[in-house]
């Protein structure tokens, strides 16, 4: 070899010993060294591909991303390595360029298909697309290649908990947690996706251990106070959100939470001012606007409440829970009109709408057609005391010339059954399907008859009597007739969302029991402190494991003299039968009770009382002794 040929061949091999050198240099965290040897490596051979793909590299870990992809671009035209196409890729990720590094990592996967982190990285890719169940199968066969590969697994979790396929998020975190236990993000993705699935307790033992683990994180010690949150232990979660915001003051999220859980102890003041603080922030931000729209009224501020629903009608005009919701506020002042069309927006609701309504395929019946000799179907789409409350307007449509099939749920069959007008009465769910033109929910008929305040189709009693040998038996059950029958209802659905305003502990009328009368629970599943009160205090005639459905309670209810209950189906009932009937109301009562009266335009027979501001049930109860003992001499005379 010539002396010229040898300084050839040096100089050929001089950017490789080059390139290596500055690979050394950035490992070692020398970028200013990596640096000068990649620019003496390019001075020596402008298109040493490896070269140009590690100043592109250098450009990345300098912030310069713009550059990188240059620098990554003139690589791969000396030559698409796989790692290229990946680095360009991951580059153009960071501009936002989504598509274009789609086609690197496509590209690049093409290349190299038994390449998990190629695959990972198109997940990644897609995702950025919104593609997710794309990227969710990207990154599933990055597992199948590398089963270790926590990234790809973690991914995979964070996009199928987005696609809202929990139990498959919570996999891919199981394996997480298997390859590298006790790391605070994946824990807070595991309890993340508890509480999606309404597993809560499992939900706070995931988040508490995340919260051990990184006590500084502001999203961590949210999710710990959501999970107390759907435990109902809503004073505890007042902390966990409180140490939320402490660490991110414009955490939206934990603002509005922490309101919603102070509102639910009738904090009402102290959570609407954390409202403001949100929308002070975001002033269109929805959750926020809807719960100060709904809290207002507990604080009987309607005109505040009706101009927050016309902020959200133009901040979201399809806004369907707002119009839902402002229905009932209609409905509670006595603007029926308004009230009753706005409750159909339920139908476009995804929060309230009633899921149990099937999907018929003739059309609803809202009263614009005729339906002499049509048969219509009417459907009780809400609780049971909706379908007795609105069970009025059954004969009303027969009146019209239909033929009536009521479906109502199994308690109240037996009732329902006899109703005037009626063809047939069936049990909800429907077995099978009868052959109907119309079909109508039963919640709906007050929209159908145009039902206002002077309209409203008011009765003593509506429900047919119950028959003569059930009431008989009763009688027969409950003895001599020598004092007061005072039936009772304390306590409501507990999965009613007010049922911790409406209900009061059974040990919460001992004034009220201290009457000379007889008391018949009415009270179906009494809770477990309730039922220790019952059996304790022995006073309270109590045959209700024989009150199979709401026929017999009927029966029962017939032979009292007077019905006493917070707001529940059995008000309803015991009002539908005429029975003499008080209920008791909290400050923001149900909207068929209004406001400020204590008469019900829908029941002649029912009394109100009320509880004011202070929300304390014991000065309702005075009164109602009062005019207890009231009916009691007047019994006696």
């Known amino acids: 070899m010539s002396g010229a040929e040898g300084l050839a061949a040096a100089r050929a091999g001089q950017p490789a010993a080059l390139h290596a050198e500055a690979v050394d240099h950035l490992r070692a965290g020398r970028l200013l060294d990596a640096q000068r040897c990649c620019q003496q490596a390019l001075e020596a051979a402008p298109d040493h591909a490896d070269t140009l793909h590690l100043a592109g590299v250098l450009c990345v870990r300098a912030g310069h991303v713009d550059h990188a992809v240059e620098w990554f671009a003139r690589a791969i035209r000396q030559d698409a390595k796989p790692d290229y196409l990946a680095s360009l890729g991951s580059a153009l990720r960071q501009q936002g360029r989504a598509e274009e590094a789609l086609k690197a990592f496509d590209k690049a996967v093409q290349l190299a298909p038994e390449d998990a982190e190629l695959w990972r990285g198109l997940g990644g890719a897609l995702a950025d697309l919104q593609r997710l169940a794309e990227a969710v199968l990207a990154l599933r066969h990055a597992l199948t290649l590398d089963p ?206 009633t899921t149990t309504y099937p999907d018929f395929a003739e059309p609803r019946w809202l009263g614009a057609e005729p339906v002499d000799g049509k048969t219509v179907l009417i459907y009780a789409d809400e609780g049971l005391g909706d379908a007795i409350q609105f069970a009025r307007y059954v004969p009303m449509v027969a009146g019209r010339g239909a033929r009536v099939i009521l479906v109502v749920g199994d308690a109240l069959l037996a009732l329902m059954s006899r109703l005037p007008g009626i063809t047939r009465c069936l049990a909800k769910p429907l077995a099978a399907r009868p052959r109907f033109d119309l079909h109508c929910p039963i919640s709906s008929l007050p929209l159908v008859f145009g039902t206002r305040l002077d309209t409203m189709p008011s009765f003593d009693s509506y429900l047919p009597a119950p028959p003569a040998a059930r009431v008989q038996g009763w009688e027969h059950r409950l003895g001599p007739h020598d004092r007061l029958r005072v039936g009772l209802v304390w306590s409501g659905n507990p999965g009613h969302i007010n049922d911790h305003n409406r209900s009061i502990p059974l040990r919460g009328l001992a004034p009220l029991l201290e009457a000379d009368a007889t008391f018949v629970s009415l009270q179906k599943d009494p809770k477990p402190d309730d039922q220790r009160a019952l059996a304790e205090r022995g006073d309270v005639v109590d045959f209700t494991a024989d009150l199979t459905d709401l026929a017999e309670t009927a029966a029962l209810i017939s032979c009292l003299d007077l019905v006493i209950t917070v707001d529940t189906s059995v008000a309803h009932l015991a009002a539908a039968l005429g029975r003499p009937t008080w209920i008791l109301l909290p400050f923001l009562p149900d909207f068929r009770w209004l406001l400020d009266r204590d008469d019900s335009p829908w029941y002649p027979t029912v009394l109100l009382f009320r509880q004011d501001a202070s929300r304390d049930y014991a000065p309702v109860l005075a009164r109602v002794r009062a005019a207890l003992q009231e009916n009691i001499a007047a019994f006696g005379s």
């Open 148 to 353: 270790r590969n926590g990234n790809a697994a973690n991914a995979c979790g964070v996009y199928l908990h987005n696609l809202g396929r929990f139990e498959e998020a919570l996999a891919c975190f199981d394996l997480c947690d298997r390859m590298q236990p006790n790391q605070p993000q994946t824990l807070y993705m595991r309890g993340r996706g508890l509480i999606d699935l309404g597993r809560a307790d499992e939900a706070l033992a995931e988040c508490q251990r995340a919260n051990a683990l990184d006590p500084g994180n502001a999203d961590i010690c949210h999710s710990v106070g959501r999970a107390l949150q759907m435990l109902g232990r809503h004073a505890e979660a007042l902390a966990p959100f409180g140490q939320a915001i402490a660490l991110r003051p414009d955490f939206v999220d934990a603002l509005n939470n922490k309101a919603y859980s102070l509102a639910c102890l009738n904090r009402f003041d102290e959570a609407l001012a954390l409202l403001e603080q949100v929308l002070q922030m975001r002033p269109d931000y929805l959750p926020s606007l809807l719960n100060k729209a709904l809290w207002l009224p507990e604080l009987h501020r309607f005109d505040e409440a009706f101009a927050v629903y016309d902020r959200l009608k133009l901040a979201d005009p399809d806004n369907a829970d707002a119009e839902w919701n402002a229905s009932y506020l209609h409905l509670l002042t006595g603007d029926f009109e308004a009230g009753w069309r706005g409750r159909e927006a339920r139908w476009r609701s995804q929060s309230r709408r």
